[in-house]
Each structure stands twice: as structure tokens, then as C-alpha cells.
């Protein structure tokens, strides 16, 4: 039987790579985003494998809709919470600060809540979310968005001892990759610029590995270990 798996935040980057890789290694894969026209492009690629489903993550109704993405599926075995947004930010412009929240604080505890019940009631199941490196220590260009992964990384932790504490069959991988050349970054400079498909393959490694944390790359180990 083919082993099930849901990524949050399948129609770029990341996300879709490692939706592409999941697919071409025999998965059932339910992708999830808020652009219709790239998750259907997505689905096209293998019919017979991806299901789709569209979803803010920001709006109350998340969780309902990922509850109908397992459904088409057919259950999760794995659920990959890929989802965020960030900003350079140096003016600190309000907006910004409470958007980035909005997804990567609300909109995280949103659906990994969700996923944490589903495997709670179905005994077992393995949590992912890729959060970042940036935090670790606070970035004085995107206070929000190296906040907010610093709030994610903690609040896996927590999770984790959560279903410590209930006994639960729940596996955790924190993913903290380093920059990536993606559409998140498009507007912005950052050092160090890993290829996503790089990045892709060294997730799926790490969620097969089911390793609980994952800092990726090793340039970004190095970096971690010296600013600690």
C-alpha cells in the first residue's frame, strides 16, 4: 500500500520540491496552497497520485479543508507543514510584522494542531514542518520572520513532550534549512543561497531518517554551532 503524505505550501519552492520528489518515489501526495492554477499543474504531473486541495492556512476554515484533503487521500502518514512567509524588514513597518505572524504563528498552530489531533485519534503518524535557521539567533533585518521560526522550533519541542506525556506513537522532524533560492527571498539579499531541489532531497532524507532536528545545510551547521 502506498504510504500517504500532506505538504502545506505545495504550489512553490520548497514545498513543490519535495512534493516532486515524494511523487516520483511512488507516494500518495496531498498538496495544499492557495493558488488553484499550480496545485492543478502539480496534480497533472501524476493523477493517479496527487490530490489537491486549496487552503489559506490564515483563514478559520483551514482546518476543515485539510480534513478533505485526508479524506481524498485516504488517510496521512506523514504531514509536512511547509507554509511561511518572511520579509526583510528594516523600517520595521507594522503590517509586515503582523503578516508574518499571521502565517507563521496563527496559521502554524493552526495546522499542526490539526495534524497532532488526527494522529492522536489514529495512533500513529510523523509531524514535519520546515521552519529555518534564522531562529536561532534574531535577525536584525526580518525581526518577525526570525522570531516566528524561533516560536515554531519551541513549539515543536513542546509537541513533542506533549505526546510524550500521552503516551502517543508521534513522531517530530524540525527542519531548519539556511537561505534558499526561492520566491520567498525573490525581493531580498541573503548570504549563503542554497538550490531548493538540494534542500528538497536532504528534507525527504531527513523525514525517512525520521531525524528530530535537521539543520541543513553543513555550512549552516557550522554557522549554528559558532553563533551558540
Do not use: C
Not at 504531473?45 to 479543508?65: F, G, I, M, S, W
Not at 521552519?131 to 526570525?146: D, E, H, N, V
Not at 520566491?183 to 542554497?194: E, H, Q
Amino acid at each position: 500500500m502506498n504510504k500517504k503524505i500532506i505538504i502545506i505550501g505545495a504550489t512553490s519552492g520548497i514545498g513543490r520540491e519535495v512534493a516532486n520528489i515524494y511523487i516520483a518515489q511512488g507516494w500518495k501526495v496531498g498538496v495544499a496552497g492557495r493558488r488553484a492554477q499550480e496545485l492543478e499543474t502539480l496534480r497533472l504531473t501524476a493523477p493517479e497520485q496527487v490530490y489537491t486541495q486549496v487552503l489559506d492556512v490564515t483563514e478559520d476554515n483551514a482546518t476543515q479543508k485539510l480534513q478533505k484533503l485526508i479524506e481524498q487521500i485516504g488517510g496521512m502518514d506523514v504531514f509536512l507543514l511547509s507554509s511561511g512567509i518572511g520579509k526583510q524588514n528594516y523600517s520595521l513597518q507594522t503590517d509586515i510584522e503582523l503578516a508574518t505572524a499571521a502565517t507563521n504563528v496563527d496559521g502554524f498552530i493552526r495546522m499542526t494542531n490539526a495534524a497532532f489531533h488526527f494522529f492522536e485519534q489514529q495512533g500513529h503518524g510523523h509531524l514535519a514542518i520546515i521552519s529555518s535557521i534564522a531562529g536561532t539567533k534574531g535577525l536584525g533585518a526580518a525581526a518577525a520572520y526570525s522570531a516566528t521560526k524561533r516560536f515554531q522550533s519551541t513549539y515543536m519541542e513542546a509537541l513533542e513532550q506533549l505526546a510524550r506525556m500521552n503516551k502517543l506513537n508521534i513522531s517530530f522532524t524540525d527542519i531548519r534549512p539556511g537561505f534558499v533560492a526561492t520566491p520567498l527571498l525573490k525581493d531580498d539579499s541573503y548570504p549563503l543561497l542554497m538550490k531548493a531541489t538540494t534542500v528538497a532531497y536532504q528534507i525527504v532524507k531527513a523525514i525517512g531518517k525520521k531525524k528530530r532536528i535537521a539543520i541543513i545545510d553543513w555550512k549552516y551547521q557550522i554557522l549554528v554551532f559558532l553563533s551558540s
